[in-house]
């Protein structure tokens, strides 16, 4: 069957698993971030809690998707669950790292300054450092959420939702009627739905980093 002729009679299917897709991503990307901030605000401030965070962001990022999938879906059983649980965890490890970089990157005189004024440690973490380290944390989660979107295929191992079911699929039927079609179209929507979320991230960025840090 001719490539866009698979795709428009499949349209309905992968416009609804592209949007379960995005969805999946978004969602556990939110929830990573405020989780990474949260952690990497009680980390910053020593030695040790940096060192701490980097070595856990460092041995994190190696666990290989597949297996950490399956150990969660041994404990969890297959579905939603396991997928989010997966995808808020390696979505957690590069934006943990950013935040630790980019609040220990704020200038300690201004800081000073800060408290000499008359600002408490929360006012000045929440008015001064956290704007200041902004755009360095807003860059862990684009390359998160780019991360995230290749990962999230791997859930229709355990039965998650999004376009991964599509490349499975393809590949269990290889040599088989649309099988190579399957594995393009999840592969070309996949890529797609990357470029859009990195594009809406880009833009956010900018909207949300004080102006004269912009670049």
Do not use: C
């Not at 590069?94 to 929360?122: F, K, Y």
């Not at 902004?134 to 376009?163: D, E, H, K, N, Y």
């Not at 040599?175 to 739905?193: E, M, Q, Y």
């Amino acid at each position: 069957m001719d490539f866009i002729e698979f795709v428009r009679e499949r349209w309905s299917v992968l416009s609804f698993l592209a949007y379960q897709h995005m969805s999946l991503v978004v969602q556990t990307l939110l929830l990573a971030t405020a989780l990474a901030v949260i952690v990497g605000v009680l980390l910053y401030r020593s030695k040790w809690g940096r060192t701490l965070g980097d070595s856990v962001t460092s041995v994190g990022l190696t666990v290989p998707s597949y297996a950490l999938l399956g150990v969660l879906v041994g404990i969890f059983g297959v579905g939603v669950l396991p997928s989010v649980i997966m995808l808020v965890f390696f979505g957690f490890l590069p934006i943990l790292r950013n935040v630790l970089v980019g609040l220990h990157g704020v200038d300690r005189t201004l800081v000073e300054s800060a408290r000499a004024m008359g600002m408490g440690g929360l006012t000045t973490l929440l008015r001064l450092e956290l704007p200041l380290a902004w755009p360095v944390i807003m860059t862990g989660v684009r390359v998160s959420a780019q991360m995230l979107m290749g990962i999230a295929a791997i859930a229709a191992f355990a039965l998650g939702p999004g376009l991964g079911g599509y490349i499975f699929s393809g590949i269990s039927r290889m040599g088989g009627a649309n099988a190579t079609n399957s594995i393009v179209v999840a592969t070309v929507g996949i890529l797609l739905l990357a470029v859009i979320l990195d594009t809406v991230l880009n833009v956010l960025t900018r909207l949300t980093t004080p102006r004269g840090l912009r670049v």
